[in-house]
């Protein structure tokens, strides 16, 4: 089994900001390969189905960005899910808006909400799926996240969007190191 865990913030405030995109996401893949994402458990909300052949977790924590991993780590415990087979799908202010980046580890990059993932987690090894927000530096930091994307940017994030589920049934299917080879680098 496979987790798969997008980060954001829960309510209606945050449903369509940039620090939105790991929901944004796990709602697309709930809605093509229709799971339903609505169970409350591990102070998340769930669901299970199939992805490239394989059962799946989608998971949206709803501790909120900073603990995010006090959700996924418990939740990955519980399934017995190894930690080679927990993606997580997270905003990236240091990436072009549009831009997507796969690695199968790492640090936190700044990101509060992976530095709980790994902390949790007590490690950096674990694939993860960034995707560009890209940040002028005009905004604090924390309105920038919180805000809503222009037509423009909201429109290269939507496609960025839609190649993860591509991506993750590479992953599933070929492996990281593959995914990374096919997708890297690459704008939408």
Not at 33 to 61: N, Q, S, T, Y
Request: glycine fraction near 12%; include cysteine; charged fraction near 25%.
């Amino acid at each position: 089994m496979y987790l798969i865990a997008g980060l954001g913030n829960p309510g209606e405030k945050y449903k369509y900001t940039r620090h939105n995109v790991g929901f944004m996401t796990i709602d697309y893949l709930s809605a093509v390969h229709g799971i339903k994402v609505k169970k409350i458990k591990f102070r998340a909300l769930i669901g299970e189905g199939m992805i490239g052949g394989e059962k799946v977790l989608l998971a949206k924590p709803s501790t909120f960005m900073n603990l995010s991993g006090e959700s996924i780590a418990p939740m990955a415990e519980y399934f017995k899910i190894p930690k080679d087979k927990i993606i997580v799908i997270y905003d990236d202010v240091a990436l072009p808006t549009g831009k997507l980046r796969i690695r199968p580890s790492g640090s936190d990059g700044g990101h509060n909400g992976m530095k709980s993932v790994i902390y949790m987690l007590e490690t950096e090894k674990f694939p993860r799926i960034r995707i560009g927000i890209g940040n002028t530096g005009e905004i604090p930091m924390a309105d920038f996240v919180t805000g809503t994307f222009s037509k423009e940017d909201g429109e290269k994030v939507t496609s960025c969007i839609k190649q993860t589920d591509k991506i993750i049934s590479e992953i599933i299917e070929n492996g990281v190191e593959s995914a990374m080879n096919k997708f890297n680098g690459m704008s939408y």
